[in-house]
């Protein structure tokens, strides 16, 4: 893999982003193999109630069409299709995505395309869901641009992402875990530390909820909420563009 040093661990860019892209694209190619179970042991199994969440916050979903953004191996996908919905898988990384149709988590279409320039007709979704993508968008304002511009009017848009807790003692040690033990764990497995070490920097350095969330009002998305989840190391966004 690259050196990541010439990276910061994020920002927002929105005319020079494919270097970053590419980055990123060969960052979870590599790590796609033991992907999802690094994400059960470092997250102690927690992240499954996380995307039941987003789930319950999409709404009805029977004979909906979802398209799950960033959608890695499936996980959101499998429980998007288990409640009816006709999904469309979506991520950049073709590694994710085999491993998510071989897995039959993804099992609608998938697409290889990027999260700011999706490949699908306007106004052709009742929901899009992406979790834990986002912070790895560069382009962060084309993604929200796109989002809007596939939904149909009233449809929703929900985000699962990892976040910094407000809580000082709580924060403390979460730090202390992004900094040490996930790149330790998560090189021990995978053999990747340096791409354990710039996934948790972007935990760290991500623009904060309440800022996201004001961007998409920017954008024009409607009856924002906001729901943290276990102390405020995760939360769920729930917006919808407007009927009219």
Sequence with gaps: MDDDSHYNRYE?????????????????????????LLNRALSM????GWRRGLIRLAGPLKGKKAL?????????????????ARVTSLDFSENMLRLGIKKRAIK?????GDASRLPVQSS????????????NIPDIDGFMDE?????????????LELTRPKNRAVHFFYSV????????VGG?????????????????????????????????????AIFPRTFGVATLIVCEKARS
């Design 12 to 36: 927002i860019d929105n005319e020079n982003a494919e270097d970053k892209k590419r980055f990123i694209r060969n960052l979870f190619d590599s790590i796609s193999g033991p992907y999802d």
């Design 177 to 184: 875990y992004l900094q040490k033990i996930i790149p330790f």
């Design 124 to 135: 052709s979704f009742d929901v899009a869901s992406i979790a834990f993508g986002i912070r």
């Design 45 to 48: 199994g927690i992240d499954r």
């Design 147 to 159: 989002a809007m511009r596939v939904l149909t009017p009233g449809g929703r848009l929900v985000i």
């Design 188 to 224: 021990m497995v995978s053999g990747k530390k340096s791409a354990y070490d710039y996934l948790a920097g972007t935990i760290s350095t991500f623009i904060n909820v309440d800022t996201l969330a004001k961007m998409l009002e920017r954008k024009g998305f409607k009856n924002m």
């Design 108 to 112: 609608g279409c998938a697409i290889g």
């Design 68 to 84: 799950d953004i960033c959608c890695g191996t499936g996980d959101v996908s499998a429980l998007l299709h288990k409640k009816g």
